[in-house]
């Protein structure tokens, strides 16, 4: 077996002008090795979460983000483009994953950009001395059922420290016997579903990628549940249920 073969993948972003402004757009490229290394490819639900925070652009300017699982690190790299100050991190135990998080960077003109190793579910000094922050991003992070609960964990520690931080993620429909319903009960997390229609990714073609139109892609926003034990598990729905477009609400994995 020889080398994996690398490449470099283009993505286009753009928006309709807006208040007299020239319709924005947004070219990155960002490096793939074409092997089953999860991180070292963009995923098509990385191309879904980038179009929502490009969507959401104007209001980035200033935030704080930070994206968990990065590898190729594409939603993150869109997020710092659009002005956040972004963080970007992967497992520890993947140095090739974080690696390729620095390419991105270098690709994309963003050498400043910090690139963390935080591993899901281990209370690290690297996690412990993260700055606040106000997003937390994470493409498809939730692939293996036996990683959902370390990831909820290292979620849940950070919204505890930025109460009114998000968790911004998208999600590959696999099985209809996969559910975190439980998890989020038990770590008081609560989850909004939002309907890709709603940014512009309900699309054949998303940034000049033909990769999401093949694929079942759901997005959520995860926050802390209400204090006032308003826990939002009026928003699950049954797993493996059918969504309606539109419906907001819904939790198939």
């Not at 990714?201 to 204090?227: G, Q, W």
Request: one cysteine or more.
């Amino acid at each position: 077996m020889g080398e994996p073969r690398r490449a470099v993948r283009r993505y286009r972003f753009v928006g309709d002008s807006a208040g007299g402004e020239e319709r924005a757009v947004l070219v990155l490229r960002v490096p793939e090795v074409l092997d089953p290394q999860y991180g070292m490819y963009a995923w098509p639900c990385a191309v879904v979460l980038a179009q929502y925070v490009w969507f959401h652009r104007r209001t980035l300017p200033g935030r704080r983000v930070l994206e968990i699982g990065a590898g190729v690190s594409l939603p993150g790299i869109v997020a710092a483009k659009c002005g956040a100050q972004v963080t970007l991190s992967d497992s520890e135990e993947l140095p090739q994953c974080l690696e390729i998080s620095q390419q991105s960077c270098l690709l994309n003109h963003l050498p400043h950009v910090p690139v963390v190793g935080i591993t899901w579910g281990r209370i690290s000094p690297e996690l412990l001395s993260l700055a606040p922050i106000d997003i937390i991003l994470g493409s498809d992070v939730f692939f293996d059922p036996k990683d959902f609960e370390d990831i909820l964990t290292t979620v849940y520690f950070l919204l505890e420290k930025n109460p009114h931080a998000q968790f911004w993620t998208t999600y590959q429909v696999r099985s209809a016997d996969w559910s975190i319903e439980a998890l989020l009960y038990k770590w008081k997390l609560k989850s909004i579903h939002i309907p890709l229609h709603s940014f512009s990714a309900d699309k054949e073609h998303l940034a000049s990628s033909s990769l999401p139109s093949r694929h079942t892609i759901e997005m959520m926003i995860i926050s802390l549940a209400r204090s006032d034990g308003g826990h939002s598990s009026f928003l699950f729905r049954r797993l493996g249920r059918a969504l309606r477009p539109g419906s907001g609400v819904g939790f198939p994995l």
